[in-house]
């Protein structure tokens, strides 16, 4: 070889190691060593919470956190067309979702916990069975139970909230199904209030979501056994036709739905009302548990009528 051809290879030779010192120091694609390549499609980020417009200072105008399950991760079914409906609602709405196929969850809204009115009852349900340690509830206890969550009768919900050891036994079993914001009301005879005290527990979505988890998809160490997570969706399942909103709104016929619904006027005009809906969906290509609490509304069939609407929304959302 000639001294020039010896020199060509020799700078040939050089760009090999330098190149091969910069894959090794950055790692391929520009990315340190040891981090992986986010999978198309993923959420990398969390959006935070809008507070209405102008236009309706009292609505909640959207924000969605999403936790990403992979490449097939679903779009957001609270941003969009959700948040734009709920700009023109009066009242402040917080909601929840939780894909049960993918594992993703969203939320909408900003605000303080709110009232639970009657949706509490799933809570002084779930408290009872786990209090029972795989046990079915008595006869006596089952018509009760019956009655409280097909027909959301207060006398049923008192006797077996006091069973349950009103605020303390539910306090208990809210923290071992991991509810972070719910605060159980401690008196069921208040002053000033009409109404049973229980329903002025307050809670957030997320926290609901926690609760019905623990019926449809509960984790390594179910605080329920099979057999208790059945009954209690049964009776969600066949709540009073007159009680079949909320969650519902927009669902075809030949869906699975399982939920409770609560409503409760927070001042002595009734202009002030909460409504609220939790519930399971499956069927159509979805599976998925929701939550919405609103408070706010003028009338209670506003707020029926606005979870209604955002139900149809998300329903539409989740195919």
Same mark, same amino acid.
């Given at each position: 070889?000639?001294?020039?051809?010896?020199?060509?290879?020799?700078?040939?030779?050089?760009?090999?190691?330098?190149?091969?010192?910069?894959?090794?120091?950055?790692?391929?694609?520009?990315?340190?060593?040891?981090?992986?390549?986010?999978?198309?499609?993923?959420?990398?980020?969390?959006? =935070?919470?809008? #507070? @209405?417009?102008? +236009?309706?200072?009292?609505?909640?105008? $959207? &924000? /969605? *956190? =999403?936790?990403? #399950? @992979?490449?097939? +991760?679903?779009?957001?079914?609270?941003? $969009? &067309? /959700? *948040? =734009?409906?709920? #700009? @023109?609602?009066?009242?402040?709405?917080?909601?929840?979702?939780?894909?049960?196929?993918?594992?993703?969850?969203?939320?909408?809204?900003?605000?303080?916990?709110?009232?639970?009115?009657?949706?509490?009852?799933?809570?002084?349900?779930?408290?009872?069975?786990?209090?029972?340690?795989?046990?079915?509830?008595?006869?006596?206890?089952?018509?009760?139970?019956?009655?409280?969550?097909?027909?959301?009768?207060?006398?049923?919900?008192?006797?077996?909230?006091?069973?349950?050891?009103?605020?303390?036994?539910?306090?208990?079993?809210?923290?071992?199904?991991?509810?972070?914001?719910?605060?159980?009301?401690?008196?069921?005879?208040?002053?000033?209030?009409?109404?049973?005290?229980?329903?002025?527990?307050?809670?957030?979505?997320?926290?609901?979501?926690?609760?019905?988890?623990?019926?449809?998809?509960?984790?390594?160490?179910?605080?329920?056994?099979?057999?208790?997570?059945?009954?209690?969706?049964?009776?969600?399942?066949?709540?009073?036709?007159?009680?079949?909103?909320?969650?519902?709104?927009?669902?075809?016929?030949?869906?699975?739905?399982?939920?409770?619904?609560?409503?409760?006027?927070?001042?002595?005009?009734?202009?002030?009302?909460?409504?609220?809906?939790?519930?399971?969906?499956?069927?159509?290509?979805?599976?998925?548990?929701?939550?919405?609490?609103?408070?706010?509304?003028?009338?209670?069939?506003?707020?029926?009528?606005?979870?209604?609407?955002?139900?149809?929304?998300?329903?539409?959302?989740?195919?």
């Amino acid at each position: 070889m000639t001294g020039a051809g010896r020199a060509i290879a020799g700078i040939a030779a050089a760009v090999v190691v330098a190149l091969v010192l910069v894959l090794v120091v950055r790692g391929h694609g520009g990315r340190p060593p040891g981090v992986p390549p986010t999978p198309s499609g993923t959420p990398t980020g969390t959006l =935070a919470a809008r #507070a @209405g417009d102008g +236009a309706s200072p009292a609505a909640t105008r $959207g &924000a /969605a *956190a =999403a936790t990403s #399950a @992979g490449p097939e +991760a679903h779009a957001d079914p609270l941003s $969009g &067309a /959700a *948040a =734009a409906y709920l #700009a @023109g609602r009066s009242g402040t709405v917080l909601a929840a979702v939780y894909d049960i196929t993918t594992g993703q969850s969203w939320r909408l809204g900003a605000g303080s916990a709110q009232a639970e009115a009657s949706i509490v009852k799933l809570d002084i349900l779930e408290t009872l069975l786990a209090q029972r340690g795989g046990a079915s509830l008595t006869p006596a206890d089952q018509s009760l139970a019956e009655s409280m969550i097909e027909d959301s009768d207060n006398d049923a919900a008192t006797s077996l909230w006091d069973e349950a050891g009103g605020a303390t036994g539910i306090g208990a079993y809210n923290h071992r199904a991991g509810l972070s914001a719910t605060t159980p009301s401690p008196c069921v005879t208040c002053a000033g209030f009409p109404w049973p005290g229980w329903g002025l527990s307050t809670t957030v979505p997320q926290d609901q979501l926690s609760l019905l988890k623990e019926l449809v998809v509960p984790g390594p160490r179910p605080l329920l056994s099979k057999a208790q997570r059945s009954y209690a969706l049964s009776l969600m399942e066949h709540v009073t036709p007159d009680q079949a909103w909320g969650v519902s709104g927009g669902v075809p016929a030949g869906t699975t739905v399982a939920l409770k619904n609560g409503w409760l006027p927070l001042n002595d005009a009734s202009t002030d009302w909460q409504v609220n809906s939790v519930g399971w969906i499956n069927g159509g290509g979805r599976d998925y548990l929701i939550a919405v609490l609103g408070t706010g509304n003028p009338t209670e069939q506003y707020g029926i009528d606005t979870i209604n609407g955002l139900s149809s929304v998300v329903w539409s959302a989740m195919r």
